[in-house]
């Protein structure tokens, strides 16, 4: 079992900057590929970024392409998304994956195991 704890959201202008973070307990971290979904009200969840276990395969939704970074410390258990120049179409809540498997293309095809239970990123106009 893994447990994903996401924080780093907030209130922010367009044009401004966060970062979120998602620390993972339980079994070996560095196992799974990880990644980032979002949800914005009234719409269906959608793939935001992924990232292998060691860091080295990422993918982007086309829409954060550019914009936003996927990283992680295998370490210190945590993954990151750094999002810069945010609109307000980022409005979202934002939920850490992890899926047992080394390969990124398995959270990018939403074969996910493991769900966090959400930030919320509010991107104000």
């Known amino acids: 079992q893994v447990q994903l704890v996401e924080s780093g959201g907030g209130l922010v202008q367009a044009g401004g900057s966060l970062r979120l973070s998602c620390a993972a307990s339980?079994?070996?971290?560095?196992?799974?590929?990880m990644g980032w979904f979002r949800q914005a009200p009234g719409k269906e969840r959608e793939f935001v970024a992924a990232?292998?276990?060691?860091?080295?395969?990422?993918y982007y939704a086309d829409s954060v392409k550019g914009r936003f970074a996927i990283s992680r410390d295998n370490a210190k258990n945590t993954m990151y998304l750094q999002m810069n120049s945010l609109k307000p179409e980022d409005t979202a809540v934002y939920y850490c994956a992890a899926a047992d498997s080394p390969a990124a293309q398995t959270i990018v095809s939403e074969r996910v195991d493991y769900w966090g239970q959400g930030t919320q990123v509010t991107v104000s106009s």
């Open positions: 990232i292998s276990w060691s860091g080295g395969g990422t």
């Open positions: 339980g079994r070996t971290f560095s196992r799974y590929a």
